[in-house]
């Protein structure tokens, strides 16, 4: 298995639009299926099925980027132990500031309103729905 999602699928790096990841996963998905009468290669398709998975969007594909970013100093990809922040600290602190002046916006505005207790609630989850991608577990 390889950890490039881009090599599973034998697609390039650059220039790729949705409908060139959902070709590649197609032609392999027919060509690996487990219900194949040949039985398929379970392993290739469950490998190519998570590539898809993580490359069928633009945002998705700029994450494997990230992932696999060979710059010195860079982190690459995750390890399996601990916790760690990927090489998108700087992204993370990005989103946070923003969380934290959108909440205060909005209190500075209405005060403790419910419609500022909303927002902040939306902020919050908002954090952890797109921060969670910045931290990984090692």
């Not at 299926?33 to 398929?40: C, K, L």
Request: aromatic share 8%; with cysteine; hydrophobic share 45%.
């Amino acid at each position: 298995m390889s950890d490039d999602p881009f090599r599973v699928l034998g697609l390039p790096r650059a220039d790729l639009s949705d409908d060139d990841v959902r070709a590649a996963w197609r032609r392999i998905a027919a060509a690996t299926h487990p219900d194949r009468d040949d039985g398929g290669d379970p392993a290739r398709f469950g490998a190519a099925a998570a590539a898809y998975a993580m490359l069928r969007t633009g945002y998705g594909r700029g994450e494997a980027l990230a992932d696999l970013d060979p710059r010195p100093g860079s982190q690459g990809p995750p390890s399996r132990r601990g916790w760690r922040v990927r090489g998108r600290a700087g992204l993370l602190a990005a989103r946070v500031v923003t969380a934290i002046a959108v909440c205060a916006g909005a209190f500075a505005v209405a005060g403790w309103a419910p419609a500022s207790i909303a927002i902040l609630a939306g902020a919050v989850t908002w954090l952890f729905a797109t921060g969670r991608h910045d931290i990984a577990r090692r």
